[in-house]
């Protein structure tokens, strides 16, 4: 069994997306989230996470308005 997570990977990838968008910059405190599919074996308490989950990294603090 592979012993990674399979968000684990995938962490650097969306680091950079959010940054190439300009939602953070490279440095700033961020937050990752990671968006478990409805059936993944992580949220059932079965196992590690089996599903291919999504991945997003936000900015720290309050959101800010335009
Ligand atoms: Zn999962």
Request: net charge neutral; hydrophobic share 35%; proline share 11%.
């Amino acid at each position: 069994m592979n012993m990674i997570p399979n968000y684990i990977p995938k962490i650097p990838v969306a680091t950079e997306r959010a940054i190439q968008a300009g939602i953070i910059r490279r440095g700033q405190l961020a937050h990752v989230y990671v968006a478990h599919d409805d059936w993944c074996d992580l949220l059932a308490g079965k196992g590690p996470c089996n599903c291919n989950p999504d991945v997003q990294v936000r900015p720290d603090g309050p959101e800010k308005l335009n």
